[in-house]
T-cell receptor
Framework: AQTVTQSQPEMSVQEAETVTLSCTYD???????LFWYKQPPSRQMILVIR??????QNATENRFSVNFQKAAKSFSLKISDSQLGDAAMYFC??????????FGTGTRLQVFP | DAGITQSPRHKVTETGTPVTLRCHQT?????MYWYRQDPGHGLRLIHY???????DKGEVSDGYSVSRSKTEDFLLTLESATSSQTSVYFC?????????????FGQGTRLTVV
């Protein structure tokens, strides 16, 4: 069975600085998809970025980028120029051929002014 | 909001009573999911559906059942609620199309079992 591990329960960053959230996963599949979701205090789940495993190029969405290391099964999220509105829970998620979307336990990000 | 509505948004119920949560979508998406969110556990999959009357278990399905008699509705039933089922429940939907399509989530239902 596939698993997703987020080893950092909490992280903090100063406004305008850069922070990296870690995610590792375990799978025997070769084709799969990885996602980062953000959950602010409103509880709404918001997609931040996605990565297809067959693509070698790391995905980027404005200030958000990933470092996808397929051999190491690592999928970290880098937030540049952090803003107060980035404070939230961040979840890493995996989806393979079974259509199940599997989440990690989350990382709470605090942003200090 | 991707056309997904959960009801009720909040519920308090007594131990041993049956409870049904409803997820309604207006997007005609094939895939629907039920998750529970608990501190330290993230989101854990309870059940999911890949079509009308087609459902499968997730990692924490014990004590829960689901039904999907039409495309737009996916019901989650706690057959006899226990305190360990106190949680926030999320429904999600996903379009069948491209494999990398994201899942859209409802606003969540906070369930308290006393």
């Amino acid at each position: 069975a596939q698993t997703v591990t987020q080893s950092q329960p909490e992280m903090s960053v100063q406004e305008a600085e850069t922070v990296t959230l870690s995610c590792t996963y375990d799978t025997s599949e070769s084709d799969y998809y990885l996602f980062w979701y953000k959950q602010p205090p409103s509880r709404q789940m918001i997609l931040v970025i996605r990565q297809e495993a067959y693509k070698q190029q790391n995905a980027t969405e404005n200030r958000f980028s990933v470092n996808f290391q397929k051999a190491a099964k690592s999928f970290s999220l880098k937030i540049s120029d952090s803003q107060l509105g980035d404070a939230a829970m961040y979840f890493c998620a995996y989806r393979g051929n079974t259509d199940k979307l599997i989440f990690g336990t989350g990382t709470r990000l605090q942003v200090f002014p | 909001d991707a056309g997904i509505t959960q009801s009720p948004r909040h519920k308090v119920t007594e131990t041993g009573t049956p409870v049904t949560l409803r997820c309604h979508q207006t997007e005609n998406h094939r895939y629907m999911y039920w998750y529970r969110q608990d501190p330290g556990h993230g989101l854990r999959l309870i059940h999911y559906s890949y079509g009308v009357k087609d459902t499968d278990k997730g990692e924490v399905s014990d004590g829960y059942s689901v039904s999907r008699s039409k495309t737009e509705d996916f019901l989650l039933t706690l057959e006899s609620a226990t305190s360990s089922q106190t949680s926030v429940y999320f429904c999600a939907i996903r379009f069948q199309g491209r494999m990398n399509t994201e899942a859209f989530f409802g606003q969540g239902t906070r369930l308290t079992v006393v």
